[in-house]
């Protein structure tokens, strides 16, 4: 926890052990966000003395590392220099997935002095989702069994951060879903459902190929993660059969809806069908850039 004074810690496996389970706990029962973060932060301090601590997550948007939580004073290194994925040292680590231990630093900052810091990388099946930092005012204030219970920490905060990221994928495939209908609507106005004013290669015959390839695609990278994510809490799973519902009722709405064959998509003019069932992308559906 964040001090003033230096505290030292003489704490056993035992007690790291026991730290580490209600860390997990808190992941397991929580929805990912400050206040569990924050609690994180706060459990991990019991074992490993900070006087600030600061979780950074990868933003697949941004491609950069963001701030989720800060507990005492956020302090990075080398916050002038630039990275791939931010500014200062936490970019650093999660460009190199490497943690950095330093242990007999001159900065000061405001009145405020760090003389030791800790910054290792949060990473899931070799992807970065982010880096926790520790500093202290007191030199030599980390050792190497710090950064390897750190690293436990990361990879039980890594499981929150792949649960983030799935809920932005299935908000992002909701949208995309309610997008389409918007689109087979303002077709179906324009006479898509008569093939268009100007027969089966019209505007809107292509149109209503592509948003039914679209859906197909939805709808299987959908079935594909409810065969992988099996154990995943009951609203993900219940959003993701929407999902798929959704979509294979408006490919069943443009399938019936398209004339059976038409030039898009084929200099050689043969007949595009849609297909009879909706496939399956085998390859797991990346969440991150």
Same mark, same amino acid.
Not at 3 to 31: C, D, F, H, M
Not at 254 to 282: C, Y
């Given at each position: #926890?964040?001090?003033?004074?230096?505290?030292?810690?003489?704490?056993?496996?035992?007690?790291?052990?026991?730290?580490?389970?209600? =860390?997990?706990?808190?992941? @397991?029962?929580?929805?990912?966000? *400050?206040?569990?973060?924050?609690? =994180?932060?706060?459990?991990?301090?019991?074992? =490993? !003395?900070?006087?600030?601590?600061?979780?950074?997550?990868?933003?697949?948007?941004?491609?950069?590392?963001?701030?989720?939580?800060? &507990?005492?004073?956020? +302090?990075?290194?080398?916050?002038?220099?630039?990275?791939?994925?931010?500014?200062? =040292?936490?970019?650093?680590?999660?460009?190199?997935?490497?943690? +950095?231990?330093?242990?007999?630093?001159?900065?000061?900052?405001?009145?405020?002095?760090?003389?030791?810091?800790?910054?290792?990388?949060?990473?899931?099946?070799?992807?970065?989702?982010?880096?926790?930092?520790?500093?202290?005012?007191?030199? !030599?204030?980390?050792?190497?069994?710090?950064?390897? &219970?750190?690293a436990i920490a990361a990879s039980?905060?890594?499981?929150?951060?792949?649960?983030?990221?799935?809920?932005?994928?299935?908000?992002?495939?909701?949208?995309?879903?309610? *997008?389409?209908?918007?689109?087979?609507?303002?077709?179906?106005?324009?006479?898509?459902?008569?093939?268009?004013?100007?027969?089966?290669?019209?505007?809107?015959?292509?149109?209503?190929?592509?948003?039914?390839?679209?859906?197909?695609?939805?709808?299987?990278?959908? @079935?594909?993660?409810? #065969?992988?994510?099996?154990?995943?809490?009951?609203?993900?799973?219940?959003?993701?059969?929407?999902?798929?519902?959704?979509?294979a009722n408006i490919i069943a709405?443009?399938?019936?809806?398209?004339?059976?064959?038409?030039?898009?998509?084929?200099?050689?003019?043969?007949?595009?069908?849609?297909?009879?069932?909706?496939?399956?992308?085998?390859?797991?559906?990346?969440?991150?850039?």
């Open positions: #926890m964040p001090s003033e004074k230096r505290k030292v810690y003489t704490v056993g496996p035992e007690r790291e052990i026991k730290a580490l389970s209600e =860390i997990s706990t808190l992941a @397991q029962e929580n929805k990912p966000g *400050n206040r569990t973060f924050e609690e =994180i932060l706060t459990r991990l301090g019991e074992v =490993i !003395d900070y006087r600030s601590a600061s979780l950074y997550l990868y933003s697949r948007k941004t491609g950069k590392l963001e701030e989720a939580c800060t &507990v005492g004073r956020k +302090v990075d290194l080398i916050g002038f220099v630039n990275f791939e994925m931010g500014n200062g =040292i936490s970019a650093w680590v999660a460009k190199h997935k490497r943690p +950095v231990l330093l242990s007999n630093l001159r900065k000061s900052k405001g009145g405020t002095h760090t003389k030791s810091f800790l910054s290792v990388p949060i990473i899931s099946l070799g992807e970065i989702k982010g880096v926790i930092n520790l500093a202290h005012d007191e030199p !030599d204030s980390y050792k190497k069994s710090d950064t390897d &219970v750190v039980i905060i890594a499981l929150l951060a792949e649960r983030i990221a799935y809920g932005e994928f299935l908000a992002e495939k909701e949208l995309e879903i309610d *997008n389409l209908k918007n689109k087979i609507g303002t077709a179906e106005t324009h006479g898509f459902s008569k093939g268009g004013p100007d027969g089966p290669d019209s505007d809107s015959s292509v149109l209503g190929w592509k948003i039914a390839n679209s859906l197909a695609i939805i709808s299987g990278n959908a @079935q594909f993660l409810s #065969m992988t994510m099996k154990n995943s809490g009951s609203s993900v799973m219940k959003r993701l059969k929407a999902i798929d519902k959704e979509a709405v443009t399938r019936g809806a398209i004339p059976p064959s038409h030039g898009a998509g084929n200099s050689a003019g043969h007949a595009i069908r849609l297909p009879s069932s909706v496939p399956i992308e085998r390859k797991p559906v990346s969440t991150s850039k």
